[in-house]
């Protein structure tokens, strides 16, 4: 059986779209998978190294503004619906999975407009145009968060699916996870995370507090500064810092990391907001303001409401309310065991599991 995933751009379209192949290849061992992407984007780097082929489609996004991108998105747009076509007709999928990104949409309609089974993966609590759009024409929508919902009114199959968490998430263990980084019982873990790329701003508030608030006794940190601002933070904060700062520009081993985390502050991307809950790990959110439709306020809005979360804006941040809310919530231990638990109830550990089963019951009804 042929599967064809398009999902491009950022390490939350791919990664879920990762998770779904092999999980197919679990199921079906001798399944031919081919992915779609752009040049742009992260599945160039993602995709080859996990064993699967990627074919490159040209397309790209619309800018708000009316300009000259404008006419190039279009032309673009018209070239990939081209390319998607030809490269449907060469594999011949049986079913055709998008999971984000631009290369979705001249992918995911062509294949429906050829009445190949079509199925999308939402991440985000708000759920982007693209998506929005296709869900009016593909067989099945799969949604991450309960609130993403009314957007999907359309839909012929709708399932709360929850996002694909990975493995070493999945598999974690916070006794042996703090016994592997050298963590001592008593003096709580916080992670601090801007994601792969960092968060300039949350850098900037972290390195105040460490240089004006913080104390070694208060707890220790693991800071991911992103690749790009590694050596500016080593820089800033120079050297005798305490053995209780682990600074990195990325986390590898997020399995160990997280689970051994007390509290975690991180951006509110869709797959960030999906780890959290399958670890049960209490979080200070801090949305980015850059991304579309304000999509990360939506996601952390969602564990804010049920308790799991605190939520700070980042036109509100400073070193001084960081270092705050954080010791407000380490000192206040049944305020965080209870954070921890509405987590837990929220967490989704089948998603995968549910996303193949809608799969193949398209498969069937075509």
Same mark, same amino acid.
């Given at each position: 059986?042929?599967?064809?995933?398009?999902?491009?751009?950022?390490?939350?379209?791919? =990664?879920?779209?990762?998770?779904?192949?092999?999980?197919?290849?679990?199921?079906?061992?001798?399944?031919?998978?081919?992915?779609?992407?752009?040049?742009?984007?992260?599945?160039?780097?993602?995709?080859?190294?996990?064993?699967?082929?990627?074919?490159?489609?040209?397309?790209?996004?619309?800018?708000?503004?009316?300009?000259?991108?404008?006419?190039?998105?279009?032309?673009? #747009?018209?070239?990939?619906?081209?390319?998607? @076509?030809?490269?449907?007709?060469?594999?011949?999928?049986?079913?055709?999975?998008?999971?984000?990104?631009?290369?979705?949409?001249?992918?995911?309609?062509?294949?429906?407009?050829?009445?190949?089974?079509?199925?999308?993966?939402?991440?985000?609590?708000?759920?982007?145009?693209?998506?929005?759009?296709?869900?009016?024409?593909?067989?099945?929508?799969?949604? %991450?968060?309960?609130?993403?919902?009314?957007?999907?009114?359309?839909?012929?199959?709708?399932?709360?699916?929850?996002?694909?968490?990975?493995?070493?998430?999945?598999?974690?263990?916070?006794?042996?996870?703090?016994?592997?980084?050298?963590?001592?019982?008593?003096?709580?873990?916080?992670?601090?995370?801007?994601?792969?790329?960092?968060?300039?701003?949350?850098?900037?508030?972290?390195?105040?507090?460490?240089?004006?608030?913080?104390?070694?006794?208060?707890? =220790?940190?693991?800071?991911?500064?992103?690749?790009?601002? /590694?050596?500016?933070?080593?820089?800033?904060?120079?050297?005798?810092?305490?053995?209780?700062?682990?600074?990195?520009?990325?986390?590898?081993?997020?399995?160990?990391? /997280?689970?051994?985390?007390?509290?975690?502050?991180? @951006?509110?991307?869709?797959?960030?907001?999906?780890? #959290?809950?399958?670890?049960?790990?209490?979080?200070?959110?801090?949305? %980015?303001?850059?991304?579309?439709?304000?999509?990360?306020?939506? =996601?952390?809005?969602?564990?804010?409401?049920?308790?799991?979360?605190?939520?700070?804006?980042?036109?509100?941040? =400073?070193?001084?309310?960081?270092?705050?809310?954080?010791?407000?919530? #380490?000192?206040? @231990?049944?305020?965080?065991?209870?954070?921890?638990?509405?987590?837990?109830?929220?967490?989704?550990?089948?998603?995968?599991?549910?996303?193949?089963?809608?799969?193949?019951?398209?498969?069937?009804?075509?």
């Amino acid at each position: 059986m042929k599967f064809l995933i398009a999902g491009g751009g950022t390490g939350g379209h791919i =990664n879920p779209g990762i998770a779904i192949a092999r999980y197919i290849r679990q199921k079906q061992k001798d399944a031919d998978i081919l992915f779609a992407g752009t040049q742009r984007g992260l599945e160039t780097k993602l995709v080859p190294r996990e064993g699967f082929e990627l074919r490159l489609i040209k397309v790209r996004g619309f800018k708000r503004k009316l300009s000259k991108d404008t006419f190039v998105a279009i032309k673009e #747009l018209f070239q990939g619906i081209w390319e998607a @076509r030809k490269l449907i007709r060469e594999f011949k999928p049986d079913v055709v999975i998008g999971t984000g990104g631009y290369v979705c949409g001249p992918v995911l309609f062509v294949a429906s407009r050829m009445k190949i089974a079509t199925l999308i993966h939402e991440q985000n609590a708000f759920p982007g145009i693209t998506n929005r759009i296709l869900s009016r024409f593909v067989d099945a929508v799969a949604i %991450s968060f309960k609130e993403s919902k009314k957007f999907f009114k359309s839909a012929r199959m709708l399932v709360h699916t929850g996002n694909p968490v990975r493995d070493e998430i999945l598999e974690a263990d916070r006794t042996a996870s703090r016994q592997k980084l050298c963590l001592d019982k008593d003096t709580p873990l916080v992670v601090v995370t801007g994601g792969s790329l960092g968060a300039e701003r949350i850098n900037q508030v972290v390195c105040d507090m460490i240089v004006n608030h913080y104390k070694s006794s208060d707890f =220790n940190i693991i800071f991911s500064t992103g690749n790009d601002q /590694y050596q500016k933070i080593l820089d800033q904060l120079g050297s005798g810092l305490p053995d209780s700062i682990t600074i990195t520009p990325y986390i590898y081993d997020a399995g160990s990391i /997280y689970s051994a985390a007390d509290l975690i502050i991180c @951006r509110g991307g869709a797959i960030t907001m999906s780890e #959290l809950p399958v670890l049960g790990l209490p979080s200070v959110i801090i949305p %980015s303001p850059n991304v579309t439709a304000n999509h990360q306020e939506y =996601n952390a809005r969602a564990l804010e409401k049920q308790g799991a979360a605190v939520v700070i804006l980042e036109k509100d941040l =400073n070193s001084n309310l960081m270092y705050q809310q954080i010791m407000s919530l #380490l000192k206040d @231990r049944d305020q965080l065991l209870k954070m921890a638990r509405n987590a837990r109830k929220m967490g989704i550990t089948n998603a995968t599991e549910k996303i193949y089963s809608m799969i193949t019951e398209i498969i069937k009804k075509q």
